[in-house]
């Protein structure tokens, strides 16, 4: 079973509006990570932000935030006022506790194409 | 600033060949990570290890080994290079103990096998 999954391949969204871009996620560990990673077309992966299973407040980084939905497993990312440099591949990704090494599991990812 | 730095950007082999994939970090980080990213499929784990010399299996080791001879540099080593493993590699480090367990990443190397 897929533990991250993105629905969304790809997305329009037009320039200074929001956008939410949908992950929801299995595990039956109680202590999880959840990650959200941007790549622009130049390859690299950014980290955006992060949300602890525990975490009471859904995580926010500036123009970021992470509507995290426990009982849902769901952990959708926000972009607010979306600008033409946000085009990118967006990755989610969780870290379970009993994950060896810290590694990272990734869901397909979403394309999201901001319209000027 | 921190660096996750891979050897090549953009490589073109034939089948058959040897492919020898470096990745170092000047970060300190126990860990470190070989990926691989497929349009549709994301990023799934090859092998990863958490100390020097020390090496885990990820979702898809088939057809690819890993060495880690020092502490900075994690090496991916496909041995008979097939059509198949063209791809996006993207290496990755972080540290053993943190609060986020966040991944770092390289540029990537985008492999080509004719």
């Known amino acids: 079973a897929q533990k991250i999954t993105q629905t969304q391949p790809g997305m329009f969204v037009q320039e200074k509006e929001a956008v939410t871009l949908d992950c929801t996620y299995d595990?039956?560990?109680?202590?999880?990570?959840l990650f959200w990673y941007k790549q622009p077309s130049s390859g690299e992966m950014i980290f955006l932000i992060y949300?602890?299973?525990?975490?009471?407040q859904n995580a926010t980084e500036g123009r970021y935030s992470l509507n995290f939905q426990k009982a849902r497993k769901s952990a959708n990312l926000v972009i607010s006022a979306s600008q033409l440099g946000d085009s990118a591949m967006y990755f989610c990704?969780?870290?379970?506790?009993?994950?060896?090494?810290?590694?990272?599991?990734f869901g397909g990812g979403t394309r999201l194409m901001v319209k000027p | 600033d921190v660096k996750v730095t891979q050897s090549s950007r953009y490589l073109v082999k034939r089948t058959g060949e040897k492919v020898f994939l470096e990745c170092v970090q000047d970060?300190?980080?126990?860990?470190m990570f070989w990926y691989r990213q497929d349009p549709g499929l994301g990023l799934r784990l090859i092998y990863f290890?958490?100390?020097?010399?020390?090496?885990e299996k990820g979702d898809i080791p088939e057809g690819y080994s890993v060495s880690r001879e020092k502490k900075e540099r994690f090496s991916l080593i496909l041995e008979s290079a097939s059509t198949n493993q063209t791809s996006m590699y993207l290496c990755?480090?972080?540290?053993?103990?943190?609060?986020?367990?966040?991944?770092?990443f390289g540029e990537g190397s985008r492999l080509t096998v004719l």
């Open positions: 290890s958490y100390d020097v010399k020390m090496k």
């Open positions: 990755a480090s972080s540290l053993a103990s943190t609060g986020t367990g966040e991944l770092f």
């Open positions: 595990t039956s560990d109680p202590s999880y990570g």
């Open positions: 990704a969780m870290r379970e506790s009993n994950n060896a090494g810290n590694m990272l599991t």
């Open positions: 949300q602890g299973s525990y975490d009471q």
């Open positions: 970060m300190d980080h126990e860990n």
